[in-house]
């Protein structure tokens, strides 16, 4: 996460982002973020870019678009994430095969990219 520094104290809001990070990379079968040291605004951009590549629900979409806020006092607590619907969905045979194919597309892809 951006507002981790040597001299600063940082929240459980980067544990949040860190999260964001793997489960944007494990849903959209790749990485987010171009490489290089850049700006903020920068990697603001990647995520979009990868949010919007990304070819699952709209409810991922949105939990991952929120632990990825770049703004941490914006971005929600563990305990709201866990609250989120996507991760709360109740159980049918058309959400779990949903489920289902989002993951195995995203580890095709992932699969595929790391080729």
Do not use: K, M
Request: aromatic fraction near 10%; charged fraction near 25%.
């Amino acid at each position: 996460a951006r507002e981790l520094s040597p001299r600063r104290y940082y929240s459980g809001s980067c544990d949040v982002w860190s999260v964001g990070v793997l489960l944007l990379i494990l849903l959209n079968g790749d990485l987010p973020f171009f490489g290089g040291r850049r700006s903020e605004a920068t990697d603001a951009e990647d995520i979009a870019i990868s949010l919007r590549a990304g070819r699952f629900s709209a409810q991922a979409r949105d939990f991952v678009a929120r632990l990825l806020d770049p703004d941490p006092f914006r971005r929600p607590s563990a305990a709201a994430a866990l609250a989120h619907p996507w991760l709360g969905r109740p159980w049918t045979p058309d959400a779990a095969a949903e489920s289902a194919q989002e993951l195995s597309r995203a580890l095709v892809s992932f699969a595929e990219a790391s080729l």
